[in-house]
């Protein structure tokens, strides 16, 4: 089983977040970058709300389809979907989405003793499944307002990635928004530092149990053209990758599994 050596895998990580989030006018203006390209959805997840964010969050997105008021099925959506699964799955997480970079980056701070496989581990993996349905799509279709449109549940109750991208840039250029903080900004930002310190102890908690972006690529592991293909001939089955898998699943065993991100 072939393997991309650690540094390239970095440098793209690095150079897709850049290349994602150049407006870096932005985030000294404090303004939301709104030319043609917000018009695109970028793979991984990247607020859409970020100063220096160059397109769109394809979360973000789907929930302001489904919550609009002149609901349409959008089929440059669907496409996308379609296309990035079928062809990536879940090597976006692995290299094209910058908050995976930060979770990773976050993992490599000391501590005393990081937690890797523990009991509940596989059972909460399936809660970003129930993040996607519950907060992505059901409540932006059904629990709307008088003009019959939905609000984005994630993005604007959950999203940590939001917080960190959006909204503390924001709020910390803008004296203006400084003067209404409220419950919602404090509630995100508690999030944030949850998922902050749970980043320093376990690697990509976010991806793992809550990210519904990547509930979505992982639907499409098995069948993606981009895979794994392990040569059993070669194999000794020492089981060496499944010890230094940091998303603790077995390449050989669990070949293409829902959770490797490539």
């Given at each position: 089983?072939a393997?991309?050596?650690l540094?390239?895998?970095?440098?793209?990580?690095?150079?897709w977040?850049v290349?994602?989030?150049?407006y870096?006018?932005g985030f000294?203006?404090?303004?939301?970058?709104?030319g043609?390209l917000?018009?695109?959805?970028?793979p991984?997840?990247?607020?859409?709300s970020?100063?220096?964010?160059?397109?769109?969050?394809p979360i973000g997105s789907?929930?302001?389809?489904?919550?609009s008021?002149?609901y349409?099925?959008?089929?440059?959506?669907?496409g996308?979907?379609l296309?990035?699964g079928?062809?990536?799955?879940?090597l976006?997480?692995?290299?094209?989405?910058?908050?995976?970079?930060?979770?990773?980056?976050?993992?490599?701070?000391?501590?005393?003793?990081?937690?890797?496989?523990f009991?509940?581990?596989r059972p909460?993996?399936?809660?970003?499944y129930i993040?996607?349905?519950?907060f992505?799509?059901?409540?932006?279709?059904?629990?709307?307002?008088?003009?019959?449109?939905?609000?984005?549940?994630f993005?604007?109750?959950?999203?940590?990635?939001?917080?960190?991208?959006?909204?503390?840039?924001l709020?910390?250029?803008?004296p203006?928004?400084?003067?209404?903080i409220?419950f919602?900004?404090?509630?995100k930002?508690?999030?944030?530092?949850v998922?902050?310190?749970?980043?320093?102890l376990?690697?990509r908690?976010?991806?793992k149990?809550?990210?519904?972006?990547?509930?979505?690529?992982?639907l499409?592991n098995?069948?993606?053209?981009?895979?794994y293909h392990?040569?059993?001939?070669?194999?000794?089955?020492?089981k060496?990758?499944?010890?230094?898998?940091?998303?603790q699943?077995?390449?050989v065993?669990?070949?293409?599994?829902?959770?490797?991100?490539?």
């Amino acid at each position: 089983m072939a393997k991309l050596p650690l540094s390239f895998r970095k440098t793209v990580q690095g150079v897709w977040t850049v290349l994602t989030n150049g407006y870096i006018i932005g985030f000294f203006q404090g303004k939301i970058y709104n030319g043609r390209l917000k018009n695109l959805c970028v793979p991984g997840l990247n607020c859409y709300s970020c100063p220096g964010s160059l397109g769109s969050c394809p979360i973000g997105s789907l929930q302001a389809v489904l919550g609009s008021a002149k609901y349409k099925a959008s089929f440059y959506l669907l496409g996308f979907f379609l296309l990035v699964g079928t062809v990536l799955g879940r090597l976006v997480c692995g290299f094209l989405c910058p908050f995976g970079l930060v979770q990773e980056l976050l993992y490599k701070i000391p501590f005393v003793k990081k937690i890797g496989a523990f009991r509940l581990d596989r059972p909460l993996r399936w809660l970003k499944y129930i993040f996607l349905l519950l907060f992505v799509i059901l409540l932006p279709l059904f629990i709307v307002d008088a003009a019959g449109t939905g609000a984005p549940w994630f993005c604007k109750w959950i999203c940590p990635a939001g917080t960190l991208e959006g909204g503390v840039p924001l709020v910390s250029t803008n004296p203006a928004l400084q003067s209404v903080i409220g419950f919602l900004f404090q509630w995100k930002l508690a999030i944030l530092i949850v998922t902050v310190l749970l980043s320093i102890l376990i690697y990509r908690p976010f991806c793992k149990y809550i990210c519904p972006l990547g509930a979505i690529y992982a639907l499409f592991n098995k069948v993606s053209i981009y895979k794994y293909h392990v040569d059993l001939q070669k194999c000794t089955r020492c089981k060496q990758c499944e010890k230094t898998c940091p998303m603790q699943i077995s390449p050989v065993g669990e070949v293409n599994h829902a959770e490797c991100i490539r």
